[in-house]
């Protein structure tokens, strides 16, 4: 169980850095200087932290399980944090794909729970 906490944390931490990041570019003024912004700088940090936390997952979780269950929390967490943070549209065909990765998800975490790590 540890492991997805594990990569819920690391998806988690993916949201964030990108939202920093998008942030970060979105308010430098030059781009040859856009790695000075101080949320640039941070979101940089979140990613680091999140490949620690997955590499870390990785002890006892096969990558073709965790990576797919990381990218898709990503995902999903991406497109929320989008909305709230950075005034993204959404529609309904981004919704029915964000219902999908959830099903995905589900699959991918029920057959984890069904075999021995």
């Known amino acids: 169980m540890t492991a997805y906490f594990l990569l819920l944390t690391a998806g988690i931490l993916s949201t964030i850095g990108n939202i920093l990041i998008k942030e970060g570019i979105n308010q430098s003024i030059?781009?040859?200087?856009?790695?000075?912004?101080?949320?640039?700088?941070?979101?940089?940090?979140?990613?680091?932290?999140?490949?620690?936390?997955?590499?870390?997952?990785l002890k006892t979780m096969d990558v073709s399980?965790?990576?797919?269950?990381l990218a898709c929390i990503s995902f999903i967490t991406l497109q929320a944090g989008a909305?709230?943070?950075?005034?993204?549209?959404?529609?309904?065909?981004?919704?029915?794909?964000?219902?999908?990765?959830?099903?995905?998800?589900?699959?991918?975490?029920?057959?984890?729970?069904?075999?021995?790590?």
């Open 30 to 57: 030059y781009f040859n200087e856009f790695y000075k912004h101080p949320y640039i700088f941070m979101g940089l940090i979140a990613f680091a932290v999140n490949l620690i936390l997955f590499i870390i997952a």
């Open 65 to 69: 399980r965790a990576y797919p269950i």
């Open 83 to 117: 909305f709230f943070f950075l005034d993204e549209a959404t529609s309904i065909l981004k919704l029915i794909g964000i219902s999908l990765i959830i099903l995905g998800l589900l699959v991918l975490v029920g057959e984890g729970l069904a075999s021995p790590e």
